[in-house]
């Protein structure tokens, strides 16, 4: 399988970079295609917790090449802390390569995000001020910075100074701390230590490809969050679907295999926006408590719910998955039902319901969540290493989910060490 997408299919922090670390094992490339630090992954390796927020898992694996994609939006501030903690820690970076296409995330984004939020007050979005937005908007408007620019000084100060210029009305109250000279000179300095890494990333895609190399793409947050398809405006500011790893790498779609949707075994989101199936209840802090469920990039603490499987059925079309791994399943033992959302009702509308994902904003934010219930299990499943020890009650839930969803069960994870992910026999 020369090209595999990874996507998320619920609202993000589904458990990717452990899929992603797994399977890097046997790719020569893996691409992180959109998003920026504002998206965390954490994986368990070889006893190590490890926290990465731009550069693809891939990176603990030494003869893998790590590219972040031109789809990416980059601080490089985070990025050089990123790639020094690596360093301390023992890890190649050599292999790290970024487009010269990606598009850089500078202060004023920064002070833009957060004037942005406040001004929206109990109205916010819920971000995670990273600046992805008004960096993305900048690149829509043909106003942003790439990472090429940062090895030009002549080019930088330019594009600096005229992004700026379109700004000033709103970085007024920050007038004091916009110095251009300032800027630019910090941004080359970041280009210098950069530029060993900043390449023709398609370049490297396409040759890895006509080698028929196996090239994973690795995507970030969750097809829910797709800035086109999601529960806008609740999203995120690009496209984590399986079509935004062609715009994002820069690859064809033919060059795509195969596509891999991650899910957990109940539902989770950051920040605001509808969620039909959250629970507000014990089972729910039960549920983040048992699953660590609080951010990787923010510390916040996440909404949990059942497992949601219009929503999935939905996520599932949008990026023709042609597999699901299920992670998480161990938060789930324990309970003696579990709850699974098939249908949605009207918080407003009797007679209203629904097994469609609903497109009209509206609809959906006063969208509740039906349930059939399935049989739970007490054991502790955390030392399964395969499909046949689970207990007949979580492969029944696993079957469950594939019949439901019409997408098999690839994988399924049982605690967060990557021996903890079994595969479907």
């Not at 990273?130 to 829509?140: F, I």
């Not at 992004?163 to 630019?184: G, M, N, V």
């Amino acid at each position: 399988m020369p090209g595999t997408v990874i996507v998320g299919a619920q609202w993000g922090d589904e458990g990717k970079g452990k899929v992603i670390d797994l399977l890097a094992e046997r790719a020569e490339v893996v691409i992180r295609f959109q998003g920026g630090n504002n998206a965390g992954h954490t994986i368990v390796h070889q006893g190590e917790t490890w926290k990465f927020h731009l550069i693809p898992s891939g990176i603990l694996y030494p003869g893998c090449v790590c590219i972040i994609g031109n789809g990416v939006v980059v601080d490089p501030a985070v990025l050089c802390s990123e790639i020094d903690g690596l360093r301390a820690r023992g890890v190649d970076v050599s292999n790290l390569k970024i487009s010269a296409n990606a598009h850089v995330i500078m202060p004023y984004h920064l002070m833009l995000d957060t004037e942005g939020e406040q001004r929206l007050g109990k109205n916010l979005i819920g971000t995670t001020r990273r600046a992805l937005a008004p960096a993305s908007a900048d690149k829509a408007a043909r106003l942003g910075i790439r990472m090429q620019d940062l090895l030009d000084e002549r080019i930088l100060k330019k594009k600096i100074t005229a992004a700026l210029e379109p700004k000033q009305l709103s970085l007024r109250p920050f007038e004091k701390d916009i110095d251009l000279q300032a800027i630019t000179e910090q941004y080359l300095t970041y280009g210098h230590r950069l530029e060993q890494h900043i390449a023709d990333g398609q370049q490297i895609v396409w040759g890895a490809l006509d080698q028929d190399k196996h090239v994973l793409f690795e995507g970030a947050q969750g097809a829910l969050l797709d800035i086109d398809h999601g529960t806008y405006p609740f999203v995120t500011s690009s496209n984590p679907i399986a079509g935004g790893a062609t715009t994002g790498a820069g690859v064809g779609p033919r060059d795509i295999d195969e596509v891999w949707g991650v899910t957990k075994a109940y539902a989770t989101r950051v920040g605001s926006g509808p969620f039909p199936s959250e629970l507000h209840d014990d089972v729910g802090e039960e549920i983040r408590q048992k699953g660590g469920e609080f951010g990787t990039t923010t510390g916040r603490p996440r909404r949990t719910g059942w497992l949601d499987v219009v929503a999935l059925r939905y996520a599932a079309r949008l990026n023709s998955l042609s597999a699901l791994a299920v992670t998480k399943l161990d938060v789930l033992s324990g309970f003696d039902q579990i709850s699974v959302c098939t249908a949605y009702t009207s918080a407003r509308d009797q007679d209203f319901k629904t097994t469609t994902f609903p497109y009209h904003q509206s609809v959906l934010h006063h969208a509740v969540g039906e349930y059939e219930q399935l049989p739970g299990w007490s054991e502790d499943i955390s030392g399964v290493r395969s499909w046949d020890e689970l207990p007949q009650a979580a492969r029944d839930y696993l079957a469950y989910v594939e019949e439901a969803v019409g997408v098999p069960v690839v994988m399924a994870g049982v605690g967060p060490g990557r021996e903890q992910i079994i595969r479907a026999p």
